[in-house]
C-alpha cells in the first residue's frame, strides 16, 4: 500500500500568508513526480501555529527518488527555505523561511476508504 509523508511546518501569524502564497506558487511542481498520489496543504484552525503539508506516494522509493531529485534541487536553489519558496531568481537575495521549524512524519497507508456513491 501506499504510504503518508506528513511535514509540519511551525509558521508565525504573519507568515500564514507567505507561506500560503509561495506554496500556491508551486503548483504542479510534486504533481509530475513518478509515484506521487495526493498532496494537500492543511492550515490550523484553532489552537496550533502548525501546517501539515500532507503527501502521499505509491512507496518509500518513489518518495526518496523525488527527494533526491527535483525536490532537492528547489531547496538546494530556494537554500533550505522550510516555507516552500519557489526556486531560483537569478542569484537576488532569498526570502527568509516562512516556518520556523519543521518536522517530517511517515506512515504507511493499512486501511482506506473511498466515498461511497
Do not use: C
Not at 504573519?14 to 504542479?28: I, S, T, Y
Amino acid at each position: 500500500m501506499s504510504i503518508v509523508k506528513i511535514n509540519a511546518l511551525t509558521v508565525p501569524d504573519d507568515q500564514r500568508e507567505v507561506l500560503e502564497q509561495r506554496f500556491a506558487a508551486r503548483k504542479g511542481f510534486v504533481e509530475s513526480a513518478d509515484g506521487f498520489e495526493w498532496f494537500e496543504l492543511l492550515r490550523p484552525l484553532e489552537g496550533s501555529d502548525r501546517y501539515l503539508v500532507y503527501t502521499r506516494w505509491r512507496d518509500e522509493e518513489s518518495f526518496q527518488a523525488w527527494m533526491n531529485g527535483p525536490m532537492k534541487e528547489a531547496h538546494q536553489q530556494a537554500k533550505g527555505d522550510d516555507g516552500g519558496a519557489g526556486a531560483g531568481d537569478g542569484g537576488a537575495e532569498r526570502p527568509k523561511p516562512a516556518a520556523t521549524g519543521s518536522e517530517t512524519w511517515s506512515f504507511e497507508v493499512v486501511q482506506q476508504a473511498p466515498p461511497k456513491k
